[in-house]
């Protein structure tokens, strides 16, 4: 069994066969000191690394995360949403040109009639960047399928739907 002195420091014993007993109570601060320190450098790995995926992946923010979002507003009848993805001022594509949610609401029936239905699904499909501009290619199914290029531009270092078309060809 271990000692203690009047400090509180271990005092070294021997037990019957003369060698020498660390006490158990300094065995269990030690352990702990380093239980804590592996943790600490757990906490720190995990820290560096999910900076390094969010550094390398992007933000959330990115230009087909933007349309997804567009389109999961859409899909959901959620125009209020969806039209906070769009540039509703002096958007360069006239077909994009809607300034609220009601006309953005009544565009998308008219888009129903053309294309058979309401959104069923969507799937993007890839994106590309050149600086402030970026298209995204997205596969949409209605009551037909069909695959068109969305198009945006960073403005104030947000990025916002400025029209759309088939793949190479902007409406």
């Known amino acids: 069994?271990?000692?203690?002195?009047?400090?509180?420091?271990?005092?070294?014993?021997?037990?019957?066969?003369g060698q020498s007993i660390i006490s158990s109570?300094?065995?269990?601060?030690?352990?702990?000191?380093?239980w804590f320190m592996a943790i600490m450098v757990v906490v720190l790995l995990v820290v560096v690394v999910g900076a390094i995926i969010f550094m390398t992946?992007?933000?959330?923010d990115d230009p087909?995360?933007?349309v997804g979002n567009y389109y999961t507003a859409l899909k959901n009848k959620d125009y209020d949403t969806a039209i906070k993805y769009i540039?509703?001022?002096n958007a360069p594509n006239p077909s994009m040109n809607v300034t609220t949610?009601?006309?953005l609401q009544t565009?998308?029936?008219a888009w129903q009639g053309t294309y058979a239905g309401p959104i069923q699904k969507y799937k993007i499909n890839n994106q590309s960047i050149n600086g402030q501009f970026a298209s995204v290619n997205v596969t949409i199914s209605r009551g037909t399928t069909y695959t068109m290029d969305v198009q945006l531009t960073q403005m104030n270092g947000k990025w916002m739907i400025t029209g759309g078309g088939a793949p190479g060809y902007l409406y």
């Open 1 to 17: 069994m271990s000692q203690i002195d009047q400090s509180g420091q271990p005092v070294e014993t021997t037990n019957n066969v």
């Open 25 to 34: 109570t300094t065995t269990r601060n030690t352990r702990r000191r380093l």
């Open 57 to 60: 992946h992007g933000s959330s």
């Open 64 to 66: 087909q995360t933007i």
């Open 87 to 89: 540039q509703v001022t």
């Open 101 to 103: 949610a009601g006309e």
């Open 107 to 109: 565009q998308e029936q």
